[in-house]
DNA sequence: CTCCGCTACTCGGTGATACCGTATAGTGGT
DNA sequence: ACCACTATACGGTATCACCGAGTAGCGGAG
């Protein structure tokens, strides 16, 4: 599959919240679970741009804690307005993807 | 349902696209079919936007006609690399929308 | 013991895209 | 004469994913 870049444009950021909420992750980790989910081609630095950002506008918790395989780790978990984005993140994906999928059947 | 146009990103190209191949249409009246579809705040400058980026790849045909109830009337029609893209475009959406509704459902 | 590989995070800069506001222009109604 | 609707163009903006280089900790091969 070519360059799915521009498609996961608004879309990412959900995924890494859904990630953080369905447990306490980090970075890497995450990055490792979207290469296994099929977005083969995300790589560490777009993640951490993406935790960077959740932090900034406080949607997350952090808490660092060393690693014994590497140096320390961020561990990342929803606060309440966290989860409130990632509900509304999902009610917007539904909104759009059943749209563009009755497009897709010729709805019109 | 508030502002949809990050996660629009990447994919009204594609909607776009879609209109085009099953019907030879223009501008004004591809944003009103946008806005019935569900995609009340896509505005016409935004459809010109993209209509113009398709003519510059030239995955469109363009003519011009004159239209009775105002200024003259642009066109579009796809062309084999207009249909070619938007097939691309589909493989792609599945593709993305498959794993994001796996995630969605807690598949890891 | 030094180099390499894997783990792990940061940050400045880039390119693509949708959006906004404004301008231009044709037609018809008041 | 003005306004509403139709119709297109264009310069500037914000956001986002991506890229590359840098920093740093740990363990194993040579």
């Known amino acids: ?10 879309t990412l950021e959900g995924c ?15 990055t490792r679970q979207l290469n296994e989910l099929g977005f083969a081609d995300v790589v560490e630095g777009t993640v951490y741009t993406i935790l960077l950002r959740l932090e900034r506008n406080k949607l997350v918790q952090v808490t660092k804690r060393p690693s014994g395989v590497g140096p320390p780790r961020k561990f990342y978990s929803l606060n309440d307005a966290g989860r409130e984005e990632l509900a509304k ?19 019109r």
Chains 1, 2 share one sequence.
Do not use: H, P
């Open 16 to 30: 890494v919240l859904e990630i953080i909420g369905s447990e306490e992750t980090y970075g890497y980790a995450i």
């Open 1 to 10: 599959m070519d360059d799915l870049t521009e498609m996961l444009k608004g």
């Open 89 to 107: 993140f999902w009610a917007k994906w539904q909104y759009v993807s059943s749209r563009i999928n009755k497009l897709k059947e010729g709805g």
